[in-house]
Nanobody, 123 residues
Framework: QVQLVESGGGFVQAGGSLRLSCAAS????????MGWFRQAPGKEREYVAGIMWSAGSTYYVDSVKGRFTISRDNAKNTLYLQMNSLKPEDTAIYYC????????????????WGQGTQVTVSS
């Protein structure tokens, strides 16, 4: 079992930055592929970024490439999402997710979800 707790969301003006964190419980954190999803009002949940177990391989949706960076610290059982050059369209609830199989992240069906953290970007 893995429990995920996000933090770091908030209110920021367009062009600003935020860093999200996701603290994971369990001793097998390094065995999981991790990712960030987001859901804006009235829209479907979107897979934003993912990172493999060893942090050697990452995934980004096109709309955030060059602005967001996903990273992980396996020693601290923590996942991060550095978000720069934020835009109003980045406004959403951001969720941390984990699964042994990275394909399940791509398919939007990871085994474990956090409770979400709100990110609001004003124009």
């Amino acid at each position: 079992q893995v429990q995920l707790v996000e933090s770091g969301g908030g209110f920021v003006q367009a062009g600003g930055s935020l860093r999200l964190s996701c603290a994971a419980s369990g001793r097998t954190f390094s065995s999981y592929a991790m990712g960030w999803f987001r859901q804006a009002p009235g829209k479907e949940r979107e897979y934003v970024a993912g990172i493999m177990w060893s942090a050697g391989s990452t995934y980004y949706v096109d709309s955030v490439k060059g602005r967001f960076t996903i990273s992980r610290d396996n020693a601290k059982n923590t996942l991060y999402l550095q978000m720069n050059s934020l835009k109003p369209e980045d406004t959403a609830i951001y969720y941390c997710a984990a699964d042994f199989d990275p394909n399940d992240l791509l398919m939007g069906r990871p085994d474990y979800w956090g409770q979400g953290t709100q990110v609001t970007v004003s124009s």
